[in-house]
């Protein structure tokens, strides 16, 4: 059973958390250890294992938690407007602009990459993430064949799932070359069955690396 916290524990638990997975973003979880997370975090041994009792495995599961909410909320209010016309270029642009600047640094390559292969606990959460986001842009697809611009005869799961392998495949290429096309391109061309998308003017080509 999960234990209660008070207010004061509970925004101690999401310092650590948060630091945490600020460390494994720039360093990878494997070069993080506990002595990392007290440094970065300004928390005591005791209080890493009172509010995580087993231990670094249990904290990676926390970050990953975080890491998954920050991803959708990154996104937000974008993705849950998803449907009428115009709709899908100010979502385009918030993902696209989004990526550019966490670069290599960005908490979906942190889950799918840094935390989720080796843990059992962390891929549930990864698959948990990638089917919320799939069921929230399939949903958006369906708003936009009820209400314009998308045609009635596109099926709206093979959209999404077109659109997140866009996403997921694009922010692989971009981190390892340092180039926003490979995201551009095949997101928009993704997104072009429901409402033809580009860059509304200039968009700064460096990735953070």
Same mark, same amino acid.
């Given at each position: 059973?999960?234990?209660?916290? %008070?207010?004061k524990?509970?925004?101690?638990? &999401?310092?650590? $958390?948060?630091?945490?997975a600020?460390?494994?973003?720039t360093?990878g979880?494997?070069q $993080?250890?506990?002595? +990392? =997370?007290?440094?970065? %975090?300004? %928390?005591?041994?005791? &209080?890493?294992?009172?509010?995580f #009792?087993?231990g670094?495995?249990?904290?990676?599961?926390?970050?990953?938690?975080h890491?998954?909410g /920050?991803?959708? !909320?990154d996104?937000q209010?974008?993705? +849950?407007?998803?449907? @009428?016309?115009?709709s899908?270029?100010?979502?385009? !642009?918030?993902v696209?602009?989004?990526?550019?600047e &966490?670069g290599?640094h960005? @908490? *979906?390559?942190?889950l799918?990459?840094? *935390?989720? #292969?080796? !843990?059992?606990? =962390?891929?549930?959460?990864?698959?948990?993430? *990638? /089917? %919320?986001?799939?069921?929230?842009?399939?949903d958006?697809v369906?708003?936009?064949?009820a209400?314009?611009p998308?045609?009635s005869?596109? /099926?709206?799961?093979?959209?999404?799932?077109?659109i997140?392998?866009?996403? &997921?495949?694009?922010? $692989?290429?971009m981190?390892?070359t340092?180039?926003? /096309?490979?995201l551009? $391109? @095949?997101?928009?061309?993704?997104?072009?069955?429901?409402?033809?998308?580009? !860059?509304?003017? #200039?968009?700064?080509?460096?990735?953070?690396?």
């Amino acid at each position: 059973m999960t234990r209660a916290l %008070t207010a004061k524990g509970a925004a101690t638990r &999401q310092r650590i $958390v948060a630091g945490t997975a600020e460390l494994v973003r720039t360093r990878g979880a494997d070069q $993080v250890g506990l002595d +990392d =997370i007290r440094a970065a %975090t300004a %928390t005591s041994k005791s &209080q890493l294992f009172h509010y995580f #009792p087993d231990g670094r495995a249990e904290l990676l599961r926390a970050v990953a938690e975080h890491e998954a909410g /920050e991803v959708l !909320d990154d996104q937000q209010p974008f993705l +849950d407007g998803l449907g @009428p016309a115009g709709s899908w270029q100010a979502w385009r !642009d918030a993902v696209v602009e989004k990526y550019r600047e &966490q670069g290599v640094h960005c @908490p *979906l390559s942190a889950l799918t990459t840094q *935390l989720g #292969p080796a !843990d059992p606990g =962390i891929r549930v959460i990864v698959a948990d993430l *990638l /089917e %919320t986001w799939h069921t929230r842009i399939a949903d958006g697809v369906r708003r936009a064949q009820a209400d314009g611009p998308a045609e009635s005869s596109l /099926e709206a799961d093979k959209v999404a799932s077109s659109i997140l392998a866009a996403i &997921q495949g694009g922010v $692989v290429m971009m981190q390892a070359t340092g180039n926003i /096309e490979f995201l551009k $391109v @095949p997101l928009d061309a993704a997104l072009a069955g429901i409402e033809p998308v580009a !860059d509304a003017g #200039p968009v700064p080509d460096a990735v953070t690396m």
